[in-house]
């Protein structure tokens, strides 16, 4: 049974940063995804980047594209987003998720392609 834990959010003013950790209780599918998601009230979960287990080649929303960065340490089965120049629109409730083991993704930023997912951490950006 995979079980991914998030940590690390809170409360910061616009412009501020935070840094999200989502860590595994075993290693997850070695070509496979790890991905982080937002959902914000009263609308869709959305990807906001991912990274492949085997290459470390990562993916971006383009909303976040130059103030995140997702990044791994496959020794601790742990992946991070670093969120800096935070926006109010970056408020919501952000979940980490693993991609199944020999599943085959076509949209990696796609949260129908994940199959385990954590219980979410909040994030809130005041501004």
């Known amino acids: 049974q995979m079980v991914l834990r998030e940590s690390g959010g809170g409360s910061v003013q616009a412009g501020g940063s935070l840094r999200v950790s989502c860590e595994a209780n075993?290693?997850?599918?070695?070509?496979?995804?790890v991905g982080w998601f937002r959902q914000a009230p009263g609308k869709e979960r959305e990807g906001v980047a991912t990274i492949k287990r085997d290459d470390g080649n990562t993916s971006y929303a383009d909303s976040v594209k130059g103030r995140f960065a997702i990044t791994q340490d496959i020794s601790k089965n742990t992946v991070y987003l670093q969120m800096n120049s935070l926006k109010p629109e970056d408020t919501a409730m952000y979940y980490c998720?693993?991609?199944?083991?020999?599943?085959?993704?076509?949209?990696?930023?796609?949260?129908?392609?994940?199959?385990?997912w954590g219980q979410g951490t909040q994030v809130t950006v005041s501004s």
């Open positions: 075993r290693p997850t599918y070695s070509r496979g995804f």
């Open positions: 998720a693993a991609t199944g083991f020999y599943r085959v993704v076509t949209d990696n930023l796609d949260p129908d392609e994940y199959t385990y």
